[in-house]
């Protein structure tokens, strides 16, 4: 019975371990992988030795089981190269992820980042070159044609630690450097956000657009003169809401970073001004070809610098530094005497716009009040522009956020493709009203129209070209005497202009 037991489980390992005896199938020796993909060291994929064989014991069932034992002790080493090589290639899968995210493009600028997104870095620019030139029909003013660098812009934005959003951005203008931007935002949930630092106030529609995406070379003359009072880019905080039809910025603002401080040796510069700014939009049409946009904003602000308050723009044009119409609430200062001129200032305005297809109309109201000391009256001034516009090649305006966003032409500019861009017309009525009897007995008024055409050879590159025709009664532009230039000064311009931003 034992013996043919024996030889029972002889036969058994001697058909079985052939089978285990089998050598895995060798696999060839991958080549190193250049070394900027971080796949530089190939992996070692040899087979493993095999274990030196155990000494013959004369028994051919003991002699089996001892070559079948060796075999699995060879195959469990293999196993455990192999789970290596395999950790050692998903770490250098996971290098080259981290490699891949740090160069993610957007648009003709990349944007850094780490591999799982909480820290980007991205830089943006604009630069602006104008050609202008004038005719004078009345008034005696003598324009400056020639060329202009409107705004040359570099900085940089991103996010920190996912919910942080920062900005830093600087301007040269007209010879000179300014802080823009210098900001840093928390992500409360996906619609409350708060924002602290020098950032734009909420203030209207074209003001809290990007300049380098409104329609025509300057903004609306109301919103420049009163917007330079209580708005624009100022050091504060803002609350933001932002849903998909509801758009909404609450904020608390002192001055611009450029502020003066007393010093001791005049001690004339009083605190810096501060105020508060509001803005909420309503969208309640949003789709790719339509659009319905209703907002109003509001702001109130106080502690002007020697209580004067002065109110001018130029006539939507900036190669001339002529203003059209200018008031001045004139004050002295509470250090050297009795306070007189502007004690605050409020503003109110309301605006729209609406899309269909490749027609839009927009346009907004401004009223601003000042507030004199002592008996003196409340003064009343205000303005509003209207425009419409075509897309000859199809296109729609778009926004985003409660703001004018970004134009992107069906077929961006390559003439070998025969693609030539979008083509949009325009045309603007703008005024800007600054008289008050119990300011002045002179009518103060300035208007202007503007015919436009924009050629946009892709979403960051575009040519513009605005022929401006203005008027403004008892500007500053009327040359003395009056006897010979009558009151009135009128002119017109052709401003062009080569615009690249990212």
């Known amino acids: 019975m034992k013996t043919s037991l024996l030889l029972s489980g002889a036969m058994l390992i001697a058909l079985s371990v052939p089978a285990f005896a089998q050598n895995a199938p060798a696999t060839d020796v991958p080549q190193a992988y250049p070394e900027s993909s971080g796949l530089d060291v190939p992996i070692d994929d040899k087979p493993a030795e095999a274990a030196a064989p155990a000494a013959s014991t004369g028994n051919p069932v003991l002699d089996r089981?001892?070559?079948?034992?060796?075999?699995?002790?060879?195959?469990?080493?293999?196993?455990?190269?192999?789970?290596?090589?395999?950790?050692?290639?998903?770490?250098?899968?996971?290098?080259?992820?981290v490699r891949a995210a740090t160069s993610v493009q957007s648009g003709p600028a990349p944007t850094f980042s780490d591999v799982a997104g909480k820290f980007t870095f991205h830089p943006r620019g604009t630069f602006?070159?104008?050609?202008?030139?004038?005719?004078?029909?009345?008034?005696?003013?003598?324009?400056?044609?020639?060329?202009?660098?409107?705004?040359?812009?570099?900085?940089?934005?991103?996010?920190?630690?996912?919910?942080?959003?920062?900005?830093?951005?600087?301007?040269?203008?007209?010879?000179s450097v300014n802080l823009l931007d210098a900001y840093l935002t928390y992500a409360i949930n996906p619609k409350w956000s708060v924002t602290v630092g020098q950032q734009k106030a909420p203030y209207g529609l074209e003001a809290n657009s990007t300049d380098a995406l409104n329609s025509f070379l300057e903004r609306g003359m109301a919103n420049n003169a009163f917007g330079a009072i209580g708005a624009e880019r100022r050091v504060g905080v803002q609350l933001n809401y932002a849903s998909d039809h509801v758009y909404a910025g609450l904020g608390a603002f002192g001055s611009g970073e450029t502020v003066g401080r007393s010093t001791a040796a005049t001690g004339a510069t009083p605190d810096e001004g501060y105020g508060a700014n509001a803005r909420i939009v309503w969208e309640p049409i949003v789709d790719t070809d339509k659009l319905v946009h209703l907002g109003v904003s509001a702001f109130r602000a106080t502690n002007f610098d020697g209580n004067t308050v002065v109110l001018r723009d130029r006539p939507n044009t900036r190669v001339d530094g002529g203003y059209i119409e200018s008031a001045s609430i004139s004050g002295t200062n509470p250090a050297t005497g009795p306070s007189t001129g502007a004690k605050n200032a409020t503003f109110v305005g309301a605006e729209a716009a609406f899309v269909k297809g490749p027609f839009s109309v927009q346009g907004e109201y401004s009223h601003l009040s000042v507030d004199r000391f002592g008996v003196d009256p409340t003064v009343n001034f205000d303005g509003f522009y209207v425009f419409g516009s075509w897309f000859l090649t199809g296109e729609s305006r778009t926004f985003k956020g409660g703001v004018v966003d970004r134009l992107k032409p069906f077929n961006d500019f390559n003439p070998s493709a025969g693609h030539w861009g979008a083509i949009e017309l325009l045309a603007r009525y703008d005024q800007l009203d600054l008289t008050d009897h119990d300011l002045s007995s002179l009518k103060k008024k300035a208007t202007s129209w503007t015919g436009g055409a924009s050629w946009y050879l892709n979403p960051n590159t575009k040519l513009l070209l605005n022929y401006i025709r203005f008027k403004g009664t008892n500007s500053p532009l009327v040359v003395a005497p009056p006897s010979l230039n009558g009151t009135t000064a009128k002119g017109e311009a052709l401003q062009t202009r080569l615009q690249f931003d990212f």
């Open 65 to 97: 089981l001892n070559a079948l034992e060796s075999r699995i002790k060879q195959l469990e080493t293999r196993n455990a190269e192999l789970e290596a090589a395999a950790a050692e290639t998903q770490t250098r899968v996971q290098k080259v992820e």
């Open 128 to 175: 602006q070159i104008d050609y202008g030139g004038y005719n004078s029909r009345a008034g005696g003013y003598d324009y400056s044609n020639g060329t202009d660098i409107r705004r040359a812009r570099f900085g940089f934005d991103g996010t920190a630690f996912t919910k942080f959003k920062y900005r830093i951005e600087a301007e040269f203008v007209k010879g």
